[in-house]
């Protein structure tokens, strides 16, 4: 039986980028379902930076069409329609995933429509607000560990490692057999050592180029941005490393920096992809990884959960609760 669904629906939206205090709580039309696509009803919505980055204008804002828009990568809710009869996940299911904003309609809202491609089931050791935290996150860190080709043995530095892909790069890496350096500050150092990783580096007080060298490969998740924290991890890397860097725009002469010191580098672009879910569904499940929600925020509390995530402190992730 097909389940009958409202016309509209509450959603977390912005008519304007600009500041935290854009977004608001809007009646929305309901996202229609097309082709392979899934229409599920969201209980939980993850927060990342390229929230932040494109409510600000900056991110992917230049790609929205119209507004009001929905922003929101992360979710975790129950499936309400499937896209035919015979598709593994139908209604009723407990599923996480990750939207692609803004072509589609983001995850802060109480419905949204994503391809089967961007959707798996629900670790059934989270609670939705756990599994909002993971898509993107998890996608992130499980993309650059494959990147760094770690077999067991290699080593790795992972820059701010109890963010909210750190702490994930730290597990998967460490899961992989790979000796694992984090960064982080005085407050997270056993937190990282709880994770699995083998050394941890306070920030604050000791400079980690002057303890380490010879590393296979640096996942910056900081980028040239302070401290010129990217430039001086190509000095801890041995010939031909790989240095992979996350955040957008954060270090625009990282290719000739790299090429000078005989290093390799790329950046990253995080994409849904059901399948690579389906394996860290796997890892979570057997309790060899977890996930930390920092603080989680109700819908209509975005605008706070924006400002405590660009303080830039969090530990693990921030999560909106979107329905019970």
Same mark, same amino acid.
């Given at each position: 039986?097909?389940?009958?669904?409202?016309?509209?629906?509450?959603?977390?939206?912005?008519?304007?980028? !600009? %500041?935290?205090?854009?977004?608001?709580?809007?009646? @929305?039309?309901?996202?229609?379902?097309?082709?392979?696509?899934?229409?599920v009803?969201?209980?939980?919505?993850?927060?990342?930076p390229?929230?932040?980055?494109?409510?600000?204008?900056?991110?992917?804002?230049?790609?929205?069409?119209?507004? *009001?828009?929905?922003?929101?990568?992360?979710?975790?809710?129950? @499936?309400?329609?499937?896209?035919?009869?015979?598709?593994?996940?139908? =209604?009723? +299911?407990?599923?996480?995933?990750?939207?692609?904003? =803004?072509?589609?309609?983001?995850?802060?809202?109480?419905?949204?429509?994503?391809?089967?491609?961007?959707?798996?089931?629900? *670790?059934?050791?989270?609670?939705?607000?756990?599994?909002?935290?993971?898509?993107?996150?998890?996608? &992130?860190?499980?993309?650059?560990?494959? #990147?760094?080709?770690?077999t067991p043995?290699h080593?790795?530095?992972?820059?701010?490692?109890?963010?909210?892909?750190?702490?994930?790069?730290?597990?998967?890496?460490?899961?992989? /057999?790979?000796?694992?350096?984090?960064?982080?500050?005085?407050?997270?150092?056993?937190?990282?050592?709880?994770?699995? %990783?083998?050394?941890?580096?306070?920030?604050? &007080?000791?400079?980690?180029? +002057?303890?380490?060298?010879?590393?296979?490969?640096?996942?910056?998740?900081?980028?040239? @941005?302070? +401290?010129?924290?990217?430039?001086r991890?190509?000095?801890? #890397?041995?010939?031909? !490393?790989?240095? @992979?860097?996350?955040?957008? !725009?954060?270090? =625009?002469?990282?290719?000739?920096?790299?090429?000078?010191?005989?290093?390799?580098?790329?950046?990253?672009?995080?994409?849904?992809?059901?399948?690579?879910?389906?394996?860290?569904t796997? #890892?979570?499940?057997? /309790?060899?990884?977890?996930?930390h929600?920092?603080?989680?925020?109700?819908?209509?509390?975005?605008?706070?959960?924006?400002?405590?995530?660009?303080? !830039?402190?969090?530990?693990?992730?921030?999560? #909106?609760?979107?329905?019970?």
């Amino acid at each position: 039986m097909t389940l009958e669904l409202p016309s509209t629906m509450r959603a977390l939206v912005i008519n304007r980028t !600009g %500041a935290p205090d854009e977004l608001h709580i809007e009646q @929305v039309p309901l996202p229609l379902q097309l082709f392979d696509e899934l229409i599920v009803r969201v209980v939980a919505a993850g927060i990342n930076p390229i929230d932040a980055k494109t409510r600000a204008g900056r991110g992917v804002s230049a790609a929205i069409e119209s507004y *009001p828009a929905i922003l929101g990568n992360d979710f975790s809710g129950v @499936v309400v329609r499937a896209p035919y009869e015979a598709f593994p996940l139908q =209604p009723g +299911d407990d599923v996480y995933g990750m939207a692609r904003v =803004p072509r589609t309609g983001g995850s802060y809202a109480q419905y949204v429509t994503v391809s089967s491609l961007s959707v798996a089931r629900k *670790p059934n050791k989270l609670s939705h607000y756990e599994a909002a935290a993971l898509p993107v996150a998890a996608l &992130t860190a499980w993309g650059m560990v494959d #990147l760094a080709q770690v077999t067991p043995g290699h080593r790795m530095l992972i820059h701010a490692g109890s963010g909210g892909v750190g702490h994930l790069a730290v597990q998967f890496a460490h899961a992989r /057999g790979a000796h694992v350096t984090a960064t982080g500050s005085p407050a997270n150092l056993d937190f990282l050592r709880e994770l699995g %990783a083998d050394e941890v580096i306070d920030y604050t &007080t000791q400079r980690f180029e +002057d303890v380490l060298s010879g590393l296979d490969s640096v996942m910056d998740l900081i980028g040239n @941005v302070h +401290d010129n924290t990217g430039s001086r991890s190509l000095r801890v #890397l041995c010939p031909g !490393g790989l240095l @992979v860097n996350v955040p957008t !725009g954060s270090w =625009p002469t990282l290719q000739e920096e790299a090429a000078a010191a005989g290093i390799r580098a790329t950046g990253f672009k995080v994409a849904p992809d059901a399948r690579a879910l389906d394996q860290i569904t796997t #890892l979570v499940n057997s /309790g060899a990884v977890r996930v930390h929600v920092d603080q989680i925020f109700e819908l209509d509390e975005g605008a706070a959960a924006h400002r405590l995530l660009e303080e !830039g402190h969090t530990r693990g992730k921030i999560v #909106l609760g979107v329905a019970g």
